[in-house]
């Protein structure tokens, strides 16, 4: 399943401002981390699947540099468990 331009970017949207990656207590948005686009469109590849297939290997295949350094880990441990299924429920409309 692939998205047109138009709702690619209303799933990016939808992203920055509801998810966030967590850090000492921090929340940091993924809009303001620069990530929203790529989780989006790591999402968009992903859509056949279904919406809680695609929110666990889209958090997994995006890859987030830490410290400036070579050092990258998953999305998938920046963001809290609860995230997940606010991912999963942002997902469900683009997946059917």
């Known amino acids: 399943m692939t998205l047109n331009a138009a709702d690619l970017k209303e799933l ?3 992203l920055a401002d509801r998810l966030y990656l ?3 207590g921090w929340h940091l948005y993924l809009g303001d981390a620069g990530l929203a686009q790529t989780l ?3 999402c968009a590849a992903r859509l056949d699947q279904g919406a809680g297939v695609c929110a666990r290997q889209a ?3 995006v ?3 830490i410290g400036g ?3 990258r880990l998953p999305l998938a441990r920046l963001v ?3 995230q ?3 991912l999963e429920e942002v997902l469900e409309p683009f997946c059917r």
């Open 22 to 24: 967590q850090v000492a």
């Open 40 to 42: 989006a469109i790591e």
């Open 12 to 14: 990016e949207l939808a």
């Open 63 to 65: 890859q987030v540099p």
């Open 59 to 61: 958090l997994e295949a």
């Open 69 to 71: 350094g070579p050092t």
């Open 84 to 86: 997940l299924r606010d």
């Open 80 to 82: 809290p468990a609860g």
